[in-house]
């Protein structure tokens, strides 16, 4: 399985980026999807995630802002980043829960990470 995540750039300070992140590879499903961020020197955090049991769950410091959303017949997701601030620069990796086999529990694939760096 592997995941490709693309869009990142940088953007002034209230502008806008879309997050792509596509997964690719042998599987039998795909539960939660989501975004993770991380700087460097701090431990890498929760930005958005989506699921057909939880819905959709956003970090305090994105809502408002930023949308996820998923394509399930591409098996693509991505995050819709609005009104972008500096603090939101951070290299941004997507996450998918795989089940590989029907029964199987879902194990976390990961992306590559892309930068988003938002200054003026």
């Known amino acids: 399985v592997q995941l490709q995540a693309s869009g990142g750039g940088t953007v002034q300070p209230g502008g806008s980026l879309t997050l792509s992140c596509a997964v690719s590879?042998?599987?039998?499903?795909?539960?939660?999807t989501g975004w993770y961020r991380q700087v460097p020197g701090k431990q890498r955090e929760l930005v958005a995630m989506i699921s057909a049991a939880v819905g959709t769950k956003y970090a305090d410091s994105v809502k408002g802002r930023f949308t996820i959303s998923r394509d399930n017949t591409k098996n693509w997701h991505y995050l819709q980043m609005n009104i972008l601030k500096p603090d939101d620069t951070a290299v941004y990796y997507c996450?998918?829960?795989?089940?590989?086999?029907?029964?199987?529990?879902?194990?976390?694939?990961w992306g590559t990470g892309t930068q988003v760096t938002v200054s003026s």
């Open positions: 590879g042998s599987f039998y499903s795909i539960g939660g």
């Open positions: 996450y998918a829960a795989i089940r590989q086999f029907a029964g199987g529990s879902h194990v976390a694939a």
